[in-house]
Every structure is written in structure tokens, then in C-alpha cells.
């Protein structure tokens, strides 16, 4: 029996990253898609549930019952978790710890530290980000099932309209949801931050790029 013989294929494969992402442009804080379709993405802060009193829980609560049945809208909610690098951290610690010159204190530094050095060794550091994203489908420009199929079978296919057409379009459809989610986690006194050109760009990155450079890594990130 013949064995056939695999050959490494003649051209050299230069797909990149941004090729296979759904994402064409970022434009005042809006993530335009290779579909047509967009989104706002706002990052939110934390809020500590368990160090409220019953009373507050209680109204935490309904707020946060309001704010879901206040939704008429489609909304995504994604925690991103990443290992933390404390080494800078502990550098940080070091460098303090020679200029004290309190024995006591000099001791208490001591102690935080091996205290970290342990909690380390048993558990990995982790950092927690919130984020909401608000959708906006092609079927919002009034686009058929029939154009978004054939954009979807055609990856280099632009844009099925004028890039600042899909922009304005997204905007009007966007703000006003933006701007109601903002109002109802305030009541939660959660603030919802809309992110930036470079703060998308740069959440992109980091997603598929996680590994960030020895020189970059900080704890305070």
C-alpha cells in the first residue's frame, strides 16, 4: 500500500489576529462590527455585598431588581478574571521596609510580608473587572437576513454601509440605553464608566494577548 506523502503547504499562512476578529473599527467609543452590527462597552465598579447591614442588602436588592425589569433592551454581562503579578508590589514593599527606622515597624513590615509571601503560596492572586455591553445588530440598519448571510460568507467583504452611516445609526440607538443603565446602577452606587477608543483597544489586546511584557507588569494595573 501506498503511503501519501504530506507536503507543508506552499504558501506560508499570514492570517493575523485582527483577521479572524469580529471587530473592523473603533469610533468615539463604539465597537463597530465586520456585520454591520455594534457595541458600547462600560466598565463597573465593584460593590461589596456581604460588609452592608440586612437594611442596605434589602435595598441593594430591589435596585437591582428594578434595574433588570427596567431592561427592554438586550444586555451582556462579562467578568473577566486574571492572575495578578505582585512582584513590583513586593520590590515596592522592600524599598519601603530599608527606609524605616522604627524597629516595631521594621518588625510589623516583616510580618505583612511574609504574610503576602504565604497567601501567595496558597492561593493565586486574582483581579476581578465588571463590564456591560450594550448591543446593536445589523438588523437595526435595516439590514435582511439575506445581506447579513453573504457578509457572513465573506469576511473581507467592508462594511454593508458607509462606516460613519453604521457610526451615527449606533450612537442614536446606544446613548439612550447607555445612559438609563448608568442612572439605574446608580442607584446600586455602582458607577458604569463608558470606555474609550484606547481603553477598547487595549481590553482587545489584552483578551487575546494576556501575556503582558516583564517591563509592564505591575500590580497596580
Known sequence: MQIPFLKTPDKALISTTQDLLPVVDVVDGIVIYKNGGAAQIMESTSLNFGLLSEIEQRAVIASYAGLLNSFNFPVQIVVRTQKKNISNYMNFLDITQKKIKNEKLFQIMNDYKNFIVDAIKKKNVLS????????????????????????????????????????????????????????????????????????????FYNTFNPEVPIKEKSVFD
Open 128 to 203: 476581578k473587572k465588571f463590564y456591560i455591553v450594550i448591543p446593536f445588530t445589523p438588523y437595526e440598519l435595516g439590514m435582511g437576513k439575506s445581506l447579513i448571510s453573504s457578509i457572513r460568507t465573506n469576511p473581507k467583504n467592508p462594511l454593508p454601509f458607509p462606516k460613519s452611516y453604521v457610526v451615527r445609526k449606533a450612537k442614536i440607538a446606544l446613548y439612550p440605553k447607555r445612559d438609563h443603565i448608568i442612572r439605574q446602577a446608580g442607584r446600586l452606587n455602582i458607577e458604569l464608566k463608558p470606555l474609550s477608543n484606547e481603553d477598547l483597544i487595549r481590553l
